[in-house]
């Protein structure tokens, strides 16, 4: 059974920091897609950054030179450096993966709030 476990979220100030993990059991991430979505209320669920198995990496434009997505094969984990944080990033966060078929965990909040 495949589980993504996300930790990290919180409240953070505008320009702030905060790092997203995501603990992957029940398969390997080398061999899949794998990265971060996120869904703010009222809004349809996007993808902030990506990893292929080839190691590329894709960002969200508006996210671009903010945030680093990193992957941990021997961990089997992934992670989200997201830094000067802007309120526009508030949404809840998804570890994602692609493949065969579609999983994601049961997300973490972000919120940036004066």
């Known amino acids: 059974q495949v589980q993504l476990v996300e930790s990290g979220g919180g409240l953070v100030q505008p320009g702030g920091s905060l790092t997203l993990s995501c603990a992957v059991s029940?398969?390997?991430?080398?061999?899949?897609?794998i990265g971060w979505t996120r869904q703010a209320p009222g809004n349809r669920r996007e993808i902030v950054a990506a990893?292929?198995?080839?190691?590329?990496?894709n960002y969200l434009e508006s996210v671009e030179g903010r945030f680093t997505l990193s992957r941990d094969n021997a961990k089997n984990s992934i992670y989200l450096q997201m830094n000067d944080l802007k309120i526009e990033d508030t949404a809840v966060y998804y570890c994602?993966?692609?493949?065969?078929?579609?999983?994601w965990g049961q997300g973490t909040q972000v919120t940036v709030s004066s």
């Open positions: 029940g398969t390997t991430i080398s061999v899949l897609n």
């Open positions: 990893i292929s198995t080839g190691g590329h990496i």
């Open positions: 994602t993966m692609w493949g065969a078929a579609d999983y």
